[in-house]
């Protein structure tokens, strides 16, 4: 079964608003999460490192303010996009890395489309 | 940073073998993934590699590394119409603690 677990799988918004996408681990706990995103017929691209308890760590040309994530428990994190425009149309996935193997587990990704 | 690279389309007829392959830069990757990403569907992760092994086995897939010439492949035996999909190999720096993704490899599986 799922071991990530991403909410919502699909959601759609008007400009300007604001946009929540959780991350869950639901077997194990999770110190270090990740965020990508993916463009059409793109590969994925890391926008942050979420890590428990402090500030997220954002790739180069991802904008703080814009994508903020919060990972507040060893079991969730979340992607707030704000004041969403058409741009922000894209695949959101989130992935947690197992410490001990180095094993990788993805969500189910959130397709986002805004209006 | 580093720089992943795969070719962007594979076709192969059903029930021949596939060979995706992939190349990386940074010899520092610790661990080297193929992922199996199906239309409007998340990313599952179908094996990985640590960089000190050159062979790794499960079931009908192989994967083979080349850590001197930083050549990762996959080979699929028997394959089926239900592999088709895109692969992605990604490599992840423990260090960077950064994951790294190829374009992805589309391949199509001819009945």
């Known amino acids: 079964g799922a071991v990530v677990s991403q909410h919502p799988s699909r959601v759609i918004c008007k400009s300007g608003t604001s946009v929540k996408i959780e991350c869950r681990s639901l077997d194990f706990q999770a110190t270090t999460m990740f965020w990508y995103r993916q463009f059409p017929k793109q590969s994925l691209m890391l926008m942050a490192t979420?890590?428990?308890?402090?500030?997220?760590?954002?790739e180069q040309g991802v904008e703080k303010d814009k994508f903020l994530i919060n990972h507040a428990s060893l079991t969730l994190s979340t992607l707030t996009v704000t004041s969403a425009h058409p741009e922000d149309s894209s695949f959101y996935i989130c992935?947690?890395?197992?410490?001990?193997?180095?094993?990788?587990?993805f969500g189910e990704g959130s397709r986002l489309t805004v209006l | 940073g580093e720089d992943v690279e795969q070719s962007l389309f594979l076709s192969v007829r059903e029930g021949d073998s596939s060979v995706i392959n992939c190349t990386y830069t940074?010899?520092?990757?610790?661990?080297l993934y193929w992922y199996k990403q199906e239309p409007g569907a998340g990313l599952q992760l179908l094996t990985y590699i640590f960089s000190n092994m050159d062979m790794k086995q499960d079931q009908r897939l192989t994967v083979l590394l080349n850590k001197k010439d930083k050549h990762l492949s996959l080979r699929i035996a028997d394959t089926q119409t239900g592999d088709s999909a895109i692969y992605f190999c990604a490599a992840f720096q423990t260090g960077a603690n950064n994951l790294f993704f190829g374009t992805g490899t589309r391949l199509t599986v001819i009945p």
């Open positions: 979420s890590n428990e308890g402090s500030k997220a760590t954002y």
């Open positions: 992935s947690v890395r197992v410490a001990n193997t180095g094993e990788l587990f």
């Open positions: 940074d010899s520092s990757s610790t661990y």
